[in-house]
């Protein structure tokens, strides 16, 4: 499939945090600070506002991924499962917006963040391609329009993955 894609990482993995660093050397990658943006009801037309800038002339990542002691400080302040939430909801709302302008492949970084977009997406059904490897697969989306995903876990999947999911070359392996 083609199009135009983007790359949305919930995933704290170390993994998920150096794929992001990678695709960076050659893409744009938004970092929302969740500690500022649950407190703002606008932050995901922020993102998708920062994404239509950017999306025509290639893909692009927002994540809402933090170090370790961001996380700790993001989950002492707001708690555990309600952190986790924001990110997700957050994640899902951005997903809906990139939609809409057009984004119709998804890399989605994080098991409970896979979940939250499809969820947001209003996705019923998908059919899901075989695991290329462990906790990493193809899904298109039974409905109109017509949506593909690439769901990963967050540990796993080599630092290039989602260059090279986004190239379509198969195998992303967890070289």
Sequence with gaps: MHGPAAVLAGSCAERTAEQLEHFEGSRPVLRIDLAAAGDDAGAA????A???????????????????????AIQSRFGRRRAARMAEQLLGRIAVGLRDLGVCRFVIAG???????????RIRALAVGPYEAPGQSKAVALAEPTLSFYLKSGKLGPVDMFERVLAGTTSASSA
């Design 111 to 121: 098991g409970e963040t896979s979940g939250a977009v499809v969820e947001a997406l």
């Design 50 to 72: 920062w994404a239509a800038e950017r999306i025509a002339s290639g893909p692009v990542a927002i994540t809402t991924a933090a170090r370790p002691e961001a996380v700790a």
């Design 45 to 48: 037309d922020k993102a998708v």
